[in-house]
Nanobody, 119 residues
Framework: QVQLVESGGGLVQAGGSLRLSCAASGRTFSSDTMGWFRQAPGKEREFVAGITWSGGNTDYADSVKGRFTISRDNAKNTVYLRMNSLKPEDTAVYYC????????????WGQGTQVTVSS
């Protein structure tokens, strides 16, 4: 059974930084893709960043390019999202997600962690 557990959210002032972590368990992740999504109040969930376990290929939403960095530690089965230069519009619940290689979309989700950026 796949489990994804996020941590690292909190309250930060605009311009500050946070690092989110997602600890994954329950399967071998060597061919999977991990992603971070976020959902702000009243808005749809949106893609933030993604990374492949094997090659470390990354992808980012335009709104976070140059400010956020996704990375992984294969030995710890953990994916990170380093967020710098945070803006109030980054305020959202951030979710970690897994897309197994055989699936066309992300189909495992964590419980989410709140990130609040004050102005």
């Amino acid at each position: 059974q796949v489990q994804l557990v996020e941590s690292g959210g909190g309250l930060v002032q605009a311009g500050g930084s946070l690092r989110l972590s997602c600890a994954a368990s329950g399967r071998t992740f060597s061919s999977d893709t991990m992603g971070w999504f976020r959902q702000a109040p009243g808005k749809e969930r949106e893609f933030v960043a993604g990374i492949t376990w094997s090659g470390g290929n990354t992808d980012y939403a335009d709104s976070v390019k140059g400010r956020f960095t996704i990375s992984r530690d294969n030995a710890k089965n953990t994916v990170y999202l380093r967020m710098n230069s945070l803006k109030p519009e980054d305020t959202a619940v951030y979710y970690c997600a897994l897309k197994p290689k055989a699936f066309p979309s992300y189909n495992y989700w964590g419980q989410g962690t709140q990130v609040t950026v004050s102005s």
